[in-house]
């Protein structure tokens, strides 16, 4: 089996090629004209004001009470065609209001003659804080029932400055050479993974029983991370949802994103089973750690409707940190029981 410094020079001819293919290689090519013109519509209050100036929109909001933004009707769209908006956006000490939608936003929102279709994917900015200029860029397949669409950019209860340029609403079709570096690079970090668990098995001196755990672990870790975004999605919301339906005192003692509790829970238990199973130091399962923790994250550039977050790795290597930990003092308890007898 590969050594681990194999696998580290492998991660690393990975991550850069990841990164540099998800920045060429775009998954869509256009296909058709410019849907947006310059006929804007301002939605504002006396706390609010809209600056649109050489093709730059600046919306500013002191009260959180109120929305403030301008709006865009698009033309009748054929179903099935998939649109990208896209725009360069910052924002300027934005508060966000109570509820998760009250951010600085850019949206494309589908009515069907009676309602807004909120089930769909609308968002294509969401930002709070103050961010730098950024290119933003979102894909959104119109629905068959979609007799109106239009584009909004709005503080949404919140309060700051969003700025916007370089708008744009194209139609798109997919790009064949994205599919197959998507489908390469995949199965490049499926290997590297497999690879890493076969040496983490091979410098195992314990258990079928413990090799299946370690195994087990690295499988839940790698297809949990890598599930497309709206399969994860409807797999968090049901237990979500089951959870509050069986006991309504879990939602207030624990309001956390439970896609984060899972980070940390599977990693805990990785960190655990690393431990009790590698006779290797503390720096290997670190790196073992990182590299499952970041590779998993990076590969989400080419997986559906997912998005790797720093943040995210950091909890995994946290999580992974917190089992570690607990397995050696465990270990050095049970060891000095032993001597004691």
């Given at each position: 089996?590969?050594?681990?410094?194999t696998?580290?020079i492998?991660?690393?001819?990975?991550?850069?090629?990841?990164?540099?293919?998800?920045?060429?290689v775009?998954?869509?090519?256009?296909?058709?004209?410019?849907?947006?013109?310059?006929?804007?519509?301002?939605?504002?209050?006396?706390?609010?004001?809209?600056?649109?100036?050489?093709?730059?929109?600046?919306?500013?909001?002191?009260?959180?009470?109120?929305?403030t933004?301008?709006?865009?009707?698009?033309?009748?769209?054929?179903?099935?065609?998939?649109?990208?908006?896209?725009?360069?956006?910052?924002?300027?000490a934005v508060?966000?209001?109570?509820?998760?939608?009250?951010?600085?936003?850019?949206?494309?929102?589908?009515?069907?003659?009676?309602?807004?279709?909120?089930?769909?994917?609308?968002?294509?900015?969401?930002?709070?804080?103050?961010?730098?200029?950024?290119?933003?860029?979102?894909?959104?397949?119109?629905?068959?029932?979609?007799?109106?669409?239009?584009?909004?950019?709005?503080?949404?209860?919140?309060?700051?400055?969003?700025?916007?340029?370089?708008?744009?609403?194209?139609?798109?079709?997919?790009?064949?050479?994205?599919?197959?570096?998507?489908?390469?690079?995949?199965?490049?970090?499926?290997?590297?993974?497999?690879?890493?668990?076969?040496?983490c098995?091979?410098?195992?001196?314990?258990?079928?029983?413990?090799?299946?755990?370690?195994a087990?672990?690295?499988?839940?870790?790698?297809?949990?991370?890598?599930?497309?975004?709206?399969?994860?999605?409807?797999?968090?919301?049901?237990?979500?949802?089951?959870?509050?339906?069986?006991?309504?005192?879990?939602?207030?003692?624990?309001?956390?994103?439970?896609?984060?509790?899972?980070?940390?829970?599977?990693?805990?238990?990785?960190?655990?089973?690393?431990?009790?199973?590698?006779?290797?130091?503390?720096?290997?399962?670190?790196?073992?750690?990182?590299?499952?923790?970041?590779?998993?994250?990076?590969?989400?550039?080419?997986?559906?409707?997912?998005?790797?977050?720093?943040?995210?790795?950091?909890?995994?290597?946290?999580?992974?940190?917190?089992?570690?930990?607990?397995?050696?003092?465990?270990?050095?308890?049970?060891?000095?029981?032993?001597?004691m007898?």
């Amino acid at each position: 089996m590969p050594t681990l410094k194999t696998h580290g020079i492998f991660f690393l001819i990975m991550t850069c090629a990841t990164l540099l293919l998800h920045e060429w290689v775009p998954p869509y090519l256009p296909n058709g004209g410019e849907l947006l013109t310059e006929d804007w519509h301002a939605r504002t209050t006396q706390a609010g004001r809209i600056d649109i100036e050489d093709g730059t929109i600046t919306l500013h909001s002191t009260s959180a009470q109120v929305d403030t933004g301008v709006v865009q009707y698009i033309a009748p769209v054929v179903p099935d065609t998939i649109l990208m908006l896209s725009a360069d956006a910052r924002s300027t000490a934005v508060v966000a209001g109570t509820k998760p939608w009250h951010q600085a936003r850019l949206l494309l929102i589908q009515h069907n003659g009676q309602r807004n279709r909120w089930d769909l994917s609308i968002a294509a900015i969401s930002l709070i804080g103050t961010q730098p200029w950024e290119n933003h860029r979102a894909y959104f397949t119109v629905a068959p029932d979609t007799q109106n669409i239009r584009v909004m950019a709005e503080l949404s209860h919140a309060t700051g400055s969003l700025q916007l340029k370089n708008i744009h609403l194209v139609p798109v079709s997919e790009n064949p050479a994205y599919f197959w570096i998507q489908s390469g690079l995949l199965v490049s970090w499926s290997i590297l993974f497999l690879l890493l668990l076969g040496t983490c098995l091979s410098i195992s001196g314990h258990t079928f029983l413990k090799r299946l755990t370690l195994a087990l672990a690295f499988a839940t870790i790698v297809i949990g991370t890598t599930l497309p975004g709206k399969i994860k999605n409807q797999i968090s919301e049901e237990v979500t949802a089951q959870i509050h339906a069986d006991d309504q005192s879990f939602k207030a003692i624990l309001p956390w994103d439970l896609s984060k509790v899972w980070h940390v829970v599977v990693f805990f238990l990785l960190g655990l089973t690393l431990k009790a199973t590698l006779k290797q130091s503390w720096f290997i399962h670190l790196i073992i750690l990182i590299l499952l923790a970041t590779g998993t994250e990076l590969a989400q550039l080419f997986i559906s409707n997912r998005s790797p977050l720093i943040t995210d790795s950091l909890i995994d290597v946290a999580g992974g940190l917190g089992g570690l930990m607990l397995m050696t003092l465990f270990l050095r308890i049970k060891q000095r029981e032993k001597s004691m007898h």
